[in-house]
């Protein structure tokens, strides 16, 4: 399980980058290839990280104790993962 927390860090690492080139694809910086594959990317880890934790889940369904969740990192990945799709649209419907 700790080893999906690192993933999850990574994750969003690159969600962050994503939606720095996302702004410099808006900006016309950049190449919109890139933003598309980062995007793809992101995506990607997501539905990795999804899976881990779905097969984790399962293997531990008997001794299921609740996390506890904390707060203020729901509400980090929220932020993070909205402008991520805040820039993303920008960049893309752009153009």
Known sequence: ???????SAIELVLMVC???INILGYA???SMSYVRILFL????????????IVREQRK???KSNPENKSVLLLLV?????TSWIVSYGFAIFSK
């Not at 990317?41 to 881990?52: A, D, P, S, T, W």
């Not at 990945?77 to 993962?81: D, K, T, Y």
Request: glycine content about 6%; hydrophobic content about 60%.
């Open 1 to 7: 399980m700790k080893s999906l927390k690192v993933i």
């Open 41 to 52: 990317i992101v995506i990607l880890c997501g539905m990795i990280i999804n899976f881990l």
């Open 28 to 30: 016309d910086r950049i």
């Open 77 to 81: 990945v929220l932020i993070i993962g």
């Open 18 to 20: 994503s939606t720095i």
């Open 60 to 62: 531990n369904l008997k």
